[in-house]
């Protein structure tokens, strides 16, 4: 199914260790509808994409790398503006967590499911917007279980990226999101395979 194209939307891809036979590293991406008007901007669309990355790099440690974005426009399959990084230009920090020396690094297809309410549905049910992270850190003490966060490494995502101060949308009604927030308990997302070994 096609991704909705009434919103801005960014296309955020990230680089991280994945310990296979056939490939040393994985990209994996994360999607935001944003709320506002186009960017108009190559320099806009830079700092948007490095805020919306900011919340992930902090949950992540320096083997996994912000490299690179798509943005499309409002109405548009075709991304306007696009950026590539070198791994290590924008590494992870771990700066969300409480304490990273609680912590250790997980299996890459492990991952963190970041949740944000946005309404009802038609049936009166509540809806949220979902991001999983991947290459998140473990408790030592609490297997299964992020490791302790300091304060609100996710607000950006609500209260404003960019210039423009964009936030994340329900990307068919535009509904913005409320407050985001990342369950304790850890999830598993498969990735896409990697190229296959040379025989």
Request: aromatic share 10%; with cysteine.
């Amino acid at each position: 199914m096609a991704d909705p194209t009434t919103y801005n939307r960014f296309v955020l891809k990230f680089e991280s260790p994945y310990a296979r036979r056939d490939t040393s590293t994985q990209q994996w991406t994360v999607k935001f509808s944003m709320s506002g008007e186009e960017v108009t901007s190559q320099s806009d669309a830079d700092a948007t994409a490095l805020d919306l990355a900011g919340p992930i790099l902090a949950l992540t440690e320096g083997g996994t790398s912000f490299v690179g974005y798509l943005y499309y426009a409002p109405g548009s399959d075709v991304n306007k503006y696009q950026a590539s990084y070198a791994t290590g230009v924008h590494p992870g920090t771990a700066a969300g967590y409480d304490s990273p020396s609680s912590c250790h690094a997980t299996q890459l297809e492990v991952c963190g499911l970041a949740y944000a309410y946005v309404g009802v549905n038609s049936k009166g049910r509540a809806k949220y917007l979902f991001k999983h992270i991947h290459d998140i850190l473990e408790q030592n003490t609490s297997p299964g279980n992020i490791g302790a966060l300091t304060g609100s490494p996710l607000s950006i995502w609500s209260t404003g990226c960019g210039p423009n101060d964009l936030v994340t949308v329900d990307p068919t009604t535009g509904t913005a999101s409320e407050a985001w927030d990342i369950h304790s308990a850890l999830y598993t997302r498969q990735l896409r395979r990697g190229q296959k070994a040379p025989s």
